[in-house]
């Protein structure tokens, strides 16, 4: 497994702002991953991050909504950009250490958007 | 496109009584299956998981699932719950994206609550 860290655990923003969270991994990763998880509800994935490369968006995500960035193979940020209150959610990082077959999950971050 | 369908939004059991949770997969090829547990306001643990090894899977915590190619289900069980067993359970399987990278499609999740 891995230990992953999420910066922030928690925020609570203002509308037309930004946020950037921080996922950290003790250990050297190729896949990361990006989720959201709106309260009650299961996980959306919002785009997995290969590092060298652009991240690659699932449908109904954009990069100018949540541009992510992957300078190595232990970090990763994913940024919600002019926020709503439809942004309050769950984001939560995750990485892939067994070439495909196994994702690991960080804390999450908790964003309430008013 | 694979899918997940888990059974039961909400399933209440007694603390020491049997735990089953449905979980139903579709596939077009052989599948990697997951069951991952959330507990209140943390994020999402490996309970186990399928890579086409042994078809009854033990994972943590004393739950186990099997896989049944006919029925395309990965049923997650436990014999006896415990208070601690409360918590959101969530089912996935494997799939490639559109970077030809593996990602994992997501059941609903079920709502495990465990009365005295």
């Known amino acids: 497994s891995a230990v992953i860290s999420q910066k922030p655990s928690r925020d609570i923003c203002q509308r037309g702002t930004s946020l950037t969270i921080q996922c950290q991994v003790d250990?050297?990763?190729?896949?990361m991953f990006w989720y959201r998880q709106q309260p009650g509800q299961s996980l959306t994935l919002i785009a997995t991050?290969?590092?060298?490369?652009?991240?690659?968006?699932e449908s109904g995500f954009v990069i100018d909504k949540f541009p992510i960035s992957r300078p190595n193979l232990t970090f990763s940020t994913l940024t919600v950009s002019n926020m709503s209150p439809e942004d309050s959610s769950i984001y939560l990082c995750?990485?892939?250490?067994?070439?495909?077959?196994?994702?690991?999950f960080g804390p999450g971050t908790r964003l309430l958007v008013l | 496109a694979q899918s997940v369908t888990q059974l039961g939004s909400h399933v209440s059991v007694s603390e020491g009584a049997l735990v089953l949770l449905r979980c139903n997969y579709s596939?077009?090829?052989?599948?990697?299956l997951f069951w991952y547990v959330q507990y209140p306001n943390q994020g999402l643990q490996l309970l186990l998981k399928?890579?086409?090894?042994a078809t009854l899977v033990k994972g943590i915590n004393g739950f186990e699932a099997e896989f049944k190619k006919s029925e395309t289900s990965f049923h997650l069980t436990k014999p006896s719950a415990h208070m601690s067993d409360a918590a959101e359970y969530f089912c996935?399987?494997?799939?490639?994206?559109?970077?030809?990278?593996?990602?994992?499609?997501w059941g609903l999740g079920t709502s495990l609550a465990v009365n005295p």
């Open positions: 996935a399987v494997s799939d490639i994206n559109a970077g030809n990278n593996r990602k994992l499609i």
């Open positions: 995750s990485v892939d250490i067994q070439g495909g077959e196994t994702q690991y």
């Open positions: 991050a290969n590092q060298g490369s652009e991240a690659t968006y």
């Open positions: 250990s050297q990763v190729t896949m």
């Open positions: 399928y890579t086409s090894a």
């Open positions: 596939s077009s090829v052989p599948p990697y």
